[in-house]
C-alpha cells in the first residue's frame, strides 16, 4: 500500500472512531445503557460501540503498526458484524413466544459459528499456526460470510415489517445494506483474487461512516416497527434464495482457490472458467420453476406451522381473476389461479355448455384437448355435490376406500399426469370442476391444502358464475331490443293497415268516382312508403334512416288535418306563425298524428280536439287538447310511457311510449295534463330550427 494510500486510510478509521464514539455518546445520553430488558437498545450500543473500537484500532495500525492493533482491529470487526446480526434477529422475533417461526432456530447458532470462526482464524493467523490451511485465507472467508449472512437478516427485517412502519425503519436498512453489500464487494474479490483490493480498503471506513446519518435518523423516527415485524413464508423464500446464493458463492470461491494453487500454470485460467461455469449454473437454478417449487415446499413444511400465506394467496388469487374480463380468458384465468397455489405446471376447466346437461372442457392450459363429457348425474359429480371434496386421484388409486362408492370415470384416469379434481361449487350447486395436472415437486395433500383449494373453487365458481350471468343479461337485453324495435315496427303496420281497411270500406261506395281512385292511389303509394322504411328499419335498428334536418311543424298538422277531416271528424287547427323544428318528418309526422288519433278515440263525435302550434322561451310548442274521458293521475305518473301499457281494449301501448322515446332523443320534453271525464292535454315541446335568410356579411353593409 502506498503512502497516499496509507494517509487515505488512516483518515478513513479515523472518521469511523470519531463518528461512532460521538454515536456511541448519543446512545448513552439517551440511557440505552439503562435498557436492561429492552434488548434492541443494548445490542445497537454494543455494535456502535464495537464499530468505533473497529475505526480507533484500526488508526493505532496505521500509525504503529504494530500486529496486535491488527488483531484487534479484526476482531472488533468480527464483533460488531455480530451485534449487527444480533439486532436484526431481535427485531425479527415476534412478542408471542408461541407465533414464533420454527425456522428462525438456525440463524442464531449460524451467526454464531461464523463469529467462532473468525475469531479462531485470526487468532491462528496472530500466532503464526497453519492448522487448517492459509490462516490468512480463513480470515477472508469468515470476512465475507459475515456480510452474506446480515444481508439476510436485514433483507427479512425489511420484507416483514408492515407497510405503514417501511417509513421509520427504510433509513436503517439503507445504512446497513450499503455497508454491507460494500464489504461483501470487497471480501468476495479478496476470496476470489487472494488479495484485498488496497483502494477499496482504504475508504471502507469512509463508507461505513456515511451511514451513521441514516442510523440517527432512524433512531429518531417511532419506534412501534419493532413490535409490527411478522415473518412471512414468502420472505422466508426470498431470504433462504439469497443464502443459498450466497453459501454456494463462497463454496466456488473456496474451491476456485484451491484449483489455482494446486492447478500449476493453468490455475488462472481453470479458476476463471470455473467462476463462469458456476455462475451460469447458479442462474439456471434460479430461473428454474422446479427448483424454486421444492424450495418453497421445504421452507413451508419445516419452517412454518402454516404452509400458506393466506393473505399473500389470496391477494394473489383475486388478481389472477380479475386480470381478464372476456369469457373465454376467464376459464385459463380460474386455472392458472388454482394450479400456481401448489406449483402445477398444467389444468383444464369442465363447465356445462348452453342446452347441455353434462360437463366438457371450456379451457385449458398446458393440458391436451379432450371430448368427453362427464353427466352432471355421474358418480363423479354427486360425490363433489355431497361431500364437496377435493379429489386426489393419486390417493383414490392407493387408498380407493378412503372415497367411498365413487368410481373415477375411465377418461379422467387417462388424462397424463391427472392429479388433483377441484370443485367449483356455487352454494349447493356444481358448476364445473377442475383438474390440475402433477406438481413439480412433490407437495403433501393435507387438510390445509384441501381447504385452501375448496375456497379458492368457491370464489372461483362465483367469478364464473358472475360472467355467465352477464352473458345471459347481455343476450336479454339483445332480445329486449329487438322485440321493442318489433313492437314499434308492429305499431306501424297497425296504423298502415287501419288506413287501407278503411280505404276498402269506402272503395265498395266510391270505387266508380275519379277521385277517390286518385286518392286510393296516392294512399297506396304512401303505404308502400312507409312500409319500405319499416323495412329498413328492422334491418338497420330502431333509429330510423337518413339525418335529421329542418321539418315545417305547420306543414304537419296540415296533412294531419286532412286526414282526420277525410275520415268525418273535425281537427281544429290553430297556427300562429311558421314553426320548425330539427327532426325526421316522417316519425315527427307519425308521433304528432298518434297523439291527434288518442285524442279522437277519447273523445265522443260531439266533443272537441284541437291543435295549437306556436314558439314559446325558444321552443315549438305543439299542444293538442280533447274533452274526451281523460286519464288519472296514477295512470299518467305510472303507466301512460311505458311499453306495452294502454287504456285501449285493442291497443298495444306503444304509440305514447315511442313518442316520449323521440321527443327526448330530439331534446325535447312532452307534459300531460288531465282529468278524469274532463279531458287531457299533451304538450310537446320541440328545439326550434331557425332559418337565416341573410348573411352576416349582408347585416354588416346595411348597418
Not at 494453487?261 to 493453468?266: L, N, Q, T, V
Not at 370443485?423 to 395433500?445: K, N, Q, W, Y
Not at 275519379?514 to 334491418?539: A, G, H, I, K
Request: overall charge neutral; glycine content about 8%; aromatic content about 10%.
Amino acid at each position: 500500500m502506498d503512502s497516499s494510500n496509507l494517509v487515505l486510510t488512516a483518515w478513513s478509521y479515523g472518521l469511523v472512531g470519531l463518528a461512532y464514539s460521538a454515536f456511541a455518546l448519543r446512545l448513552l445520553q439517551l440511557g440505552y445503557w439503562r435498557s436492561v430488558r429492552e434488548w434492541s437498545k443494548a445490542t445497537e450500543l454494543a455494535a456502535v460501540t464495537c464499530s468505533a473500537l473497529w475505526g480507533w484500532f484500526g488508526l493505532a495500525l496505521i500509525l504503529t503498526g504494530k500486529p496486535l492493533f491488527l488483531y484487534f482491529s479484526a476482531v472488533s470487526d468480527l464483533l460488531r458484524y455480530s451485534f449487527w446480526c444480533a439486532l436484526l434477529l431481535i427485531l425479527l422475533q415476534p412478542k408471542r413466544v408461541e407465533a414464533s417461526p420454527a425456522g428462525m432456530t438456525w440463524i442464531a447458532p449460524v451467526t454464531a459459528a461464523v463469529l467462532v470462526f473468525g475469531l479462531m482464524a485470526n487468532t491462528l493467523a496472530a500466532l503464526h499456526i497453519n492448522l487448517l490451511g492459509d490462516a490468512t485465507r480463513l480470515i477472508l472467508f469468515s470476512s465475507m460470510a459475515f456480510p452474506v449472512l446480515a444481508m439476510v437478516l436485514l433483507e427479512q427485517v425489511f420484507r416483514n415489517v408492515t407497510e405503514d412502519s417501511r417509513w421509520n425503519i427504510k433509513p436503517l436498512c439503507l445504512g446497513l445494506a450499503g455497508a454491507f453489500l460494500f464489504d461483501l464487494y470487497l471480501f468476495s474479490e479478496a476470496v476470489l483474487f487472494n488479495r484485498l483490493d488496497s483502494d477499496a480498503l482504504s475508504i471502507r471506513g469512509a463508507v461505513h461512516t456515511l451511514i451513521v446519518p441514516l442510523l440517527l435518523l432512524s433512531m429518531t423516527r417511532r419506534s412501534d416497527w419493532v413490535s409490527k415485524i411478522r415473518l412471512s413464508p414468502r420472505a422466508a423464500f426470498h431470504s433462504a434464495t439469497l443464502l443459498m446464493a450466497g453459501v454456494y458463492l463462497i463454496f466456488i470461491s473456496s474451491v476456485g482457490y484451491y484449483v489455482r494453487y494446486f492447478g500449476g500454470e493453468w490455475g488462472r485460467a481453470l479458476q476463471l472458467g470455473l467462476v463462469f461455469i458456476a455462475l451460469v449454473l447458479l442462474v439456471v437454478l434460479v430461473l428454474s420453476g422446479t427448483v424454486r417449487a421444492k424450495l418453497r415446499v421445504f421452507l413451508g413444511k419445516h419452517f412454518f406451522r402454516y404452509r400458506f400465506d393466506y393473505r399473500e394467496e389470496w391477494l394473489k388469487f383475486t388478481h389472477t381473476l380479475t386480470a381478464r374480463n372476456s369469457p373465454q380468458e376467464m376459464g385459463q384465468q380460474v386455472i392458472r389461479g388454482l394450479a400456481d397455489m401448489l406449483e402445477s405446471p398444467a389444468g383444464g376447466l369442465w363447465m356445462k355448455a348452453k342446452g347441455e346437461a353434462a360437463f366438457s372442457q371450456t379451457a385449458r392450459w398446458n393440458m391436451a384437448h379432450t371430448q368427453k363429457k362427464e353427466d352432471a348425474d355421474s358418480p363423479l359429480c354427486q360425490f363433489m355435490v355431497t361431500s364437496g371434496w377435493v379429489v386426489n386421484l393419486e390417493e383414490y388409486r392407493s387408498f380407493p376406500r378412503r372415497y367411498g362408492q365413487l368410481k373415477v370415470p375411465e377418461w379422467l384416469q387417462g388424462i397424463a399426469k391427472a392429479w388433483l379434481v377441484v370443485p367449483l361449487m356455487v352454494g349447493d350447486e356444481l358448476i364445473g370442476f377442475c383438474v390440475l395436472a402433477s406438481a413439480r415437486t412433490r407437495v403433501d395433500v393435507n387438510w390445509e391444502v384441501n381447504d385452501l383449494l375448496k375456497t379458492a373453487g368457491q370464489q372461483a365458481a362465483s367469478f364464473l358464475a358472475q360472467m355467465q350471468a352477464t352473458e345471459a343479461l347481455l343476450e336479454v337485453r339483445k332480445f329486449d331490443a329487438f322485440n321493442r324495435m318489433s313492437a314499434f315496427v308492429v305499431h306501424d303496420l297497425k296504423n298502415i293497415v287501419t288506413q287501407l281497411s278503411l280505404m276498402m270500406k269506402n272503395a265498395k261506395r266510391l270505387g266508380d268516382n275519379p277521385e277517390f281512385q286518385q286518392d286510393m292511389l296516392m294512399t297506396v303509394e304512401n303505404s308502400l312508403d312507409r312500409m319500405r322504411q319499416l323495412m329498413l328499419q328492422l334491418r338497420e335498428g330502431a333509429t330510423p334512416p337518413g339525418m335529421a334536418f329542418g321539418v315545417n311543424l305547420g306543414g304537419i298538422i296540415q296533412r294531419i288535418e286532412a286526414v282526420a277531416a277525410g275520415r268525418g271528424r273535425t281537427l281544429e287547427v290553430q297556427v300562429s306563425e311558421p314553426v320548425l323544428t330539427r327532426g325526421h318528418e316522417e316519425r315527427l309526422e307519425r308521433i304528432i298524428g298518434h297523439v291527434v288519433q288518442n285524442a279522437f278515440d277519447a273523445t265522443d263525435p260531439g266533443g272537441r280536439v284541437w291543435v295549437n302550434l306556436d314558439r314559446v322561451s325558444g321552443q315549438a310548442r305543439i299542444v293538442v287538447g280533447d274533452t274526451g274521458q281523460g286519464m288519472s293521475a296514477d295512470f299518467i305518473r305510472d303507466r301512460l310511457f311505458k311499453p306495452f301499457q294502454t287504456t285501449k281494449q285493442a291497443g298495444m301501448g306503444i304509440g305514447a311510449y315511442e313518442s316520449f322515446q323521440y321527443v327526448q332523443e330530439l331534446g325535447g320534453r312532452i307534459e300531460v295534463d288531465s282529468q278524469l271525464g274532463q279531458g287531457t292535454t299533451v304538450k310537446m315541446l320541440l328545439p326550434l330550427f331557425e332559418i337565416q335568410k341573410e348573411s352576416d356579411l349582408h347585416s354588416l353593409e346595411v348597418s
